[in-house]
């Protein structure tokens, strides 16, 4: 089975600043993807970046970027010019790939708070 | 990549009754999975709807209390049936496919109140 850990409940950040979110796991398996989530206050789970794990180059999504390390089983979240609408819980989320193996598994998520 | 339509958005729902949550998508999608949300905590996966066929549980969640339908492969039923108080929680709808680029896209969530 499957294992993700958020070890950071709750963190905050500056307008303008970065800030950097922490994410392992733990699996036997060789091919999966990782994803960051975030969720805001209106509940809406929306898809923040995806990593596959065959490919070495970090995943980016403008502000949004990923420190993937899989010999450590480490996926952080960078987000740079933080900005108030990134208030949100972010949740890091495990997936394997091929058929058959489609659920994800969650961590406990991150509560960022963006300060003005 | 899919919307997801979800209803409803929110309910509040006396004990012993039954609610059933419903998930639209505007595509055709391949899978199709129901999770729970607890108060302040993560999710957690309740099934996988199987189109034409009986859903696959979780560990701790049983067909009897969470009954599910996926008549085809753009809609989905979850009900939650003879709820109590620890039933309140947000249930969310989840597709993955071709679609969504093989991502996991979310409905809005049903947020249920028991009282």
């Known amino acids: 089975a499957q294992t993700v850990t958020q070890s950071q409940p709750e963190m905050s950040v500056q307008e303008a600043e970065t800030v950097t979110l922490s994410c392992t796991y733990d699996t036997s398996e060789n091919n999966y993807y990782l994803f960051w989530y975030k969720q805001p206050p209106s509940r809406q789970m929306i898809l923040v970046i995806r990593?596959?794990?065959?490919?070495?180059q970090n995943a980016t999504e403008n502000r949004f970027s990923v420190n993937f390390q899989k010999a450590a089983k480490s996926f952080s979240l960078k987000i740079s010019d933080s900005q108030l609408g990134d208030t949100a819980m972010y949740f890091c989320a495990f997936g394997l790939s091929g058929a058959g193996s489609y659920q994800l598994t969650f961590g406990k998520g991150t509560k960022l708070s963006v300060i003005p | 990549s899919a919307v997801i339509s979800q209803k409803p958005s929110r309910d509040i729902c006396q004990r012993g009754t039954s609610l059933t949550i419903q998930c639209q998508v505007d595509s055709q999608v391949t899978m199709m999975f129901w999770y729970r949300q607890q108060p302040g905590q993560s999710l957690t996966l309740i099934a996988t709807a199987n189109q034409g066929s009986e859903a696959t549980y979780e560990s701790g969640f049983v067909i009897d209390k969470f009954p599910i339908s996926r008549p085809n492969l753009t809609f989905s039923t979850l009900t939650v049936s003879n709820m109590s108080p620890e039933d309140s929680s947000i249930y969310l709808c989840s597709v993955e496919g071709p679609v969504t680029n093989y991502g996991y896209t979310f409905g809005s969530g049903t947020r249920l109140t028991v009282v």
């Open positions: 990593q596959e794990a065959y490919k070495q």
